[in-house]
């Protein structure tokens, strides 16, 4: 029998009318085995995540004011569920369970965790399902990062032979089981983990939104989804600023394999965005996506490539200041530095006089305001005159470009244009190439 693990994020189990809608979703497919949820999040009625009224009790907690009024707050909200959904387990003695742990000094991330701890004790019991604690399975080492092997031991261990279960997101334990959480959003790490530890047939992600979208929606009207991508596509376009999941929540279902789909839950019908690594039918362009606030740095030196060190020198300049390169774009005699200008804070006067020193640069020129404008897509690969169009439809919107690259994978065309230019840039893409999309 197959086996789909299905994420719920925070605003689908703000509440109890939001828990019914799960429970509707899971039990219309018999493969989907394995549920992982985030802590309720916020919705029309409700105007705070729990997590984050969690994070408030644990400051007030450790700078020792009393707590007890937000800690009402989230207890109540679980009660509320509890009593609208009829469940029977000990909703009292859990709560209570929660309020000794904060009151007992238990560190911030510790105190955050609860949040999906109670509400996966309440869609388990809702679901008639096993519990799962997280700090069980999900293991990390005394520096507070994953232990892969360790997690994907215990997911086998525990989980693997269980025919139905609820698993916390968010949260695990390290090797002494004090709880420790992945960063905000952690809940898709926890469930990529799941995924990939278990072999699944697919890892659902559901949300509040129908799948990724073409482009942005603040910046182009009512952009086309993308029904389809590769994983590789996702991950260009989430380097970019496109938000999609916690970045780090694709790694391990893209190495095992395992297909991601992101769906809706308001939209349940909606197929929602499939990431895979095989092709299905597509499109050229799969999506565009724009990071603002870069800065070039920008060195003239006849012979430069005469000199076998200079590019190593250059780019040790950046890495000892602790700044990661974009991209270094260059000519016969010339070469840039893209990096993001909230990296350069109180480093940039420093920087320029460690490249004259270091470089020797004939000439040494820096100019901020460059936006990064990606068009991904895996249909581009070998696909006649797509800079072509890529290029007339900027010049039609009558946009400067700064800086192309292309790399040799095909897979992507980045161009920098000013931060100004930027959004109508996008605009000009997505109506180039929105027929053409993966939709
Ligand atoms: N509840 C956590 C947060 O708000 C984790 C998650 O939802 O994935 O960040």
Same mark, same amino acid.
């Given at each position: 029998?197959?086996?789909?693990?299905?994420?719920?994020?925070?605003?689908?189990?703000?509440?109890?009318?939001? =828990?019914?809608?799960?429970?509707?979703?899971?039990?219309? @497919?018999?493969?989907?085995?394995?549920?992982?949820?985030?802590?309720?999040?916020?919705?029309?009625?409700?105007?705070?995540?729990?997590?984050?009224?969690?994070?408030?009790?644990?400051?007030?907690?450790?700078?020792?004011?009393?707590?007890?009024?937000?800690?009402?707050?989230?207890?109540?909200?679980?009660?509320?569920?509890?009593?609208?959904?009829?469940?029977?387990?000990?909703?009292?003695?859990?709560?209570?369970?929660? /309020?000794?742990?904060?009151?007992?000094? !238990?560190?911030?991330?510790?105190?955050?965790?609860?949040?999906?701890?109670?509400?996966?004790?309440?869609? !388990?019991?809702?679901?008639?399902?096993?519990?799962?604690?997280?700090?069980?399975?999900?293991?990390?080492?005394?520096?507070?990062?994953?232990?892969?092997?360790?997690? =994907?031991?215990?997911?086998?261990?525990?989980?693997?032979?269980?025919?139905?279960?609820?698993?916390?997101?968010?949260?695990?334990?390290?090797?002494?089981?004090?709880?420790?959480?992945?960063?905000?959003?952690?809940?898709?790490?926890?469930?990529?983990?799941?995924?990939?530890?278990? /072999?699944? $047939?697919?890892?659902?992600?559901?949300?509040?939104?129908?799948?990724?979208?073409?482009?942005?929606?603040?910046?182009?009207?009512?952009?086309?989804?993308?029904?389809?991508?590769?994983?590789?596509?996702?991950?260009?376009?989430?380097?970019?600023?496109?938000?999609?999941?916690?970045?780090?929540?694709? =790694?391990?279902?893209?190495?095992?394999?395992?297909?991601?789909?992101?769906?809706?839950?308001?939209?349940?019908?909606?197929?929602? #965005?499939?990431?895979?690594?095989?092709?299905?039918?597509?499109?050229?362009?799969?999506?565009? !996506?724009?990071?603002? /606030? =870069?800065?070039?740095?920008?060195?003239?030196? #006849?012979?430069?490539?005469?000199?076998?060190?200079?590019?190593?020198?250059?780019?040790?300049v950046f890495e000892s200041n602790r700044v990661a390169v974009?991209?270094?774009?260059?000519?016969?005699? $010339?070469? $840039?530095?893209?990096v993001s200008?909230?990296q350069l804070?109180?480093k940039?006067?420093?920087i320029?006089?460690?490249?004259?020193?270091?470089?020797?640069?004939?000439?040494?020129? #820096?100019?901020?305001?460059?936006?990064?404008?990606?068009?991904?897509?895996?249909?581009?690969?070998?696909?006649?005159?797509?800079?072509?169009?890529?290029?007339?439809?900027?010049?039609?919107?009558?946009?400067?470009?700064?800086?192309? $690259?292309?790399?040799?994978?095909?897979?992507?065309?980045?161009?920098?244009?000013?931060?100004?230019?930027? @959004?109508?840039?996008?605009?000009?893409?997505?109506?180039?190439?929105?027929?053409?999309?993966?939709?």
């Amino acid at each position: 029998m197959e086996r789909i693990v299905c994420k719920f994020g925070g605003s689908s189990l703000a509440g109890a009318r939001e =828990f019914k809608r799960v429970k509707k979703i899971v039990e219309a @497919d018999p493969n989907r085995r394995v549920v992982v949820v985030s802590a309720p999040g916020k919705s029309s009625e409700e105007p705070f995540k729990v997590t984050d009224m969690l994070l408030m009790c644990a400051q007030l907690a450790s700078a020792g004011f009393h707590y007890d009024e937000i800690f009402e707050q989230i207890a109540g909200r679980f009660r509320k569920i509890s009593l609208e959904l009829g469940l029977s387990l000990d909703i009292e003695g859990l709560i209570e369970e929660v /309020n000794q742990h904060i009151g007992s000094g !238990a560190s911030a991330a510790s105190c955050a965790s609860r949040g999906e701890y109670l509400c996966a004790q309440l869609m !388990a019991d809702y679901l008639g399902w096993h519990f799962v604690d997280a700090a069980d399975v999900v293991r990390f080492s005394f520096e507070d990062e994953l232990d892969e092997e360790e997690t =994907f031991r215990r997911i086998g261990e525990i989980v693997d032979p269980l025919e139905r279960v609820v698993v916390p997101g968010f949260y695990g334990a390290l090797p002494d089981g004090t709880l420790t959480t992945f960063r905000r959003g952690g809940s898709d790490v926890s469930g990529s983990l799941l995924a990939a530890g278990l /072999n699944a $047939s697919l890892y659902e992600n559901w949300t509040d939104v129908p799948g990724l979208l073409m482009a942005d929606p603040k910046i182009v009207k009512r952009p086309k989804p993308m029904r389809y991508m590769t994983y590789p596509e996702l991950r260009e376009l989430s380097y970019m600023g496109a938000q999609v999941l916690q970045a780090d929540a694709v =790694f391990p279902v893209a190495k095992a394999g395992i297909p991601l789909q992101i769906r809706s839950t308001l939209l349940p019908e909606d197929p929602g #965005t499939l990431i895979s690594d095989n092709g299905v039918q597509r499109g050229i362009v799969t999506g565009i !996506a724009v990071k603002k /606030n =870069f800065r070039v740095f920008t060195l003239e030196k #006849t012979k430069m490539r005469e000199d076998r060190g200079f590019l190593r020198k250059l780019l040790s300049v950046f890495e000892s200041n602790r700044v990661a390169v974009e991209g270094t774009p260059s000519g016969i005699d $010339s070469v $840039s530095v893209i990096v993001s200008e909230e990296q350069l804070v109180g480093k940039l006067d420093k920087i320029l006089e460690e490249i004259r020193m270091y470089c020797r640069p004939h000439r040494l020129m #820096t100019h901020p305001g460059l936006a990064l404008v990606v068009v991904v897509g895996k249909g581009m690969i070998r696909t006649k005159g797509v800079a072509a169009k890529l290029f007339t439809s900027l010049a039609q919107a009558n946009i400067n470009i700064r800086m192309i $690259s292309q790399g040799s994978s095909e897979l992507s065309i980045l161009v920098g244009v000013e931060n100004e230019d930027a @959004d109508e840039a996008v605009v000009a893409l997505y109506e180039a190439f929105k027929e053409q999309g993966s939709c």
